[in-house]
């Protein structure tokens, strides 16, 4: 099991940056494939971007060539670095952890971005 503290939110003005941190204390952290999701007010939470333990990424369509994810299995967190943020990126975003069966989410970081 993992535990998974997001920090990193704020708000930013559209056209800006961010980058989401997601630390993870636990001992699985290396295996597991590390997801970002995230959730706007009235909507589903959406998946938004993935990394496994390989290190082999994916991206929901309106993240490609705007977000990127990594991790740094050594200080074990993974990042989610977002560049030309819309109004529609705002949403609390979530780090999820899937370890075989096991998963784990955390708490959520809230961006918002002004237009």
């Known amino acids: 099991q993992l535990q998974l503290v997001e920090s990193g939110g704020g708000l930013v003005q559209a056209g800006g940056s961010l980058r989401l941190s997601c630390a993870a204390s636990?001992?699985?952290?290396?295996?597991?494939?590390m997801d970002w999701y995230r959730q706007a007010p009235g909507k589903q939470r959406e998946l938004v971007a993935s990394?496994?333990?390989?290190?082999?990424?994916n991206y929901t369509d309106s993240a490609k060539g705007r977000f990127s994810i990594s991790r740094d299995n050594v200080g074990k967190t993974v990042y989610l670095q977002m560049s030309n943020l819309k109004p529609e990126d705002a949403a609390v975003y979530y780090c999820?952890?899937?370890?075989?069966?096991?998963?784990?989410w955390g708490q959520g970081t809230r961006v918002f971005v002004s237009s």
């Open positions: 999820h952890s899937r370890v075989y069966l096991w998963e784990n």
């Open positions: 990394i496994t333990s390989g290190g082999i990424t």
């Open positions: 636990g001992s699985t952290f290396n295996i597991a494939t």
